[in-house]
């Protein structure tokens, strides 16, 4: 079954041939793969003569982002692996889509200025854990719980944060469980323990989250209408939680695959 997630990104598909089953799963990357040279020369035009990064330290970012790509692959294929392993064992696929983005540089020194830190590499390495980012997006919220948990318990990763907005919604009704794990890139020099900030949320709240994040940069709208649809997105956060609700019943009852109801721990 190919599942098309809509997305103008461009999107890898996966085929495995398992015994009688053929799988696929979608993975929409949000930019193309990172290219040193590129990087460096994007670095240097942002800060003509005066870079933002200290020129010393241009390498040294470069070969980070790429430690920080190759975590965001290791977690995405552990997290494919697992919704395979459902696919064969309960006939049920947990996650209907992936997508995966690497911080722009842009987005990187904005939010470094933003905290108030120094524009160098330790800063970024020692404060920002969303540099690498995974979206999974499930079926259901049992499927959230348990390939959050299924994925937690791997040993050769760490639990380093969690956020449980499923359980506790943000006041403007936001809801996703949001992770961040630290996972071993093994390069010539050795393991690097690099994190990679996973949000697992059902189809619902990234239909949700979606408009909301357009109502947010949406700027040219008179307050008293940002301030109506805000509502009405609230209203909608309720009504999607109860339709949810309901439709995880139907297909607990109709389907054997494992029900979680808790977030993982932070190790
Ligand atoms: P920042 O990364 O600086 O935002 O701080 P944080 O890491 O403490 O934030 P948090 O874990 O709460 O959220 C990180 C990400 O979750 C954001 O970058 C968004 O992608 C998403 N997110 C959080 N809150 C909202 C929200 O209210 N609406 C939408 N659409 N997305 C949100
Ligand atoms: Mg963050």
């Not at 992770?179 to 189809?203: D, K, N």
């Not at 019943?249 to 389907?255: A, G, L, T």
């Amino acid at each position: 079954m190919l599942r098309h997630a809509g997305k103008s990104a461009s999107a890898i598909i996966q085929v495995q041939h398992t015994c009688a089953v053929t799988i696929l799963t979608v993975i929409l990357d949000r930019q193309n793969r990172i290219n040193t040279n590129d990087l460096k020369a994007r670095l240097k035009a942002l800060g003509g003569e005066n870079t933002p990064f200290p020129t010393d330290e241009i390498t040294e970012f470069a070969d980070l982002m790429q430690v920080y790509e190759g975590a965001m692959y290791e977690i995405s294929t552990k997290l494919e692996i697992l919704d395979s392993e459902f696919q064969v064992r309960f006939a049920h696929d947990p996650i209907h889509h992936m997508e995966r983005r690497l911080k722009s540089v842009n987005s990187i020194l904005g939010k470094l200025e933003r905290k108030g830190l120094p524009l160098n590499v330790a800063a970024m390495r020692d404060n920002l854990f969303d540099v690498a980012g995974i979206r999974v997006i499930c079926n259901y919220r049992d499927d959230v719980y348990s390939v959050s948990n299924y994925l937690s318990a791997q040993n050769d990763i760490s639990v380093l944060r969690v956020k449980d907005y499923i359980k506790n919604p943000k006041q403007n009704g936001y809801r996703s469980l949001h992770v961040i794990y630290a996972v071993p890139v093994f390069l010539s020099s050795g393991a690097h323990y690099t994190p990679v900030e996973v949000q697992f949320r059902t189809i619902a709240m990234d239909y949700w989250a979606s408009l909301e994040h357009a109502l947010r940069y949406k700027t040219d709208l008179p307050d008293a209408k940002l301030t109506e649809h805000s509502q009405t997105l609230l209203d909608c956060a309720r009504s999607l939680q109860n339709i949810e609700t309901q439709m995880q019943n139907i297909h607990r009852d109709i389907n054997g695959a494992p029900q979680a109801g808790e977030a993982p721990k932070a190790d």
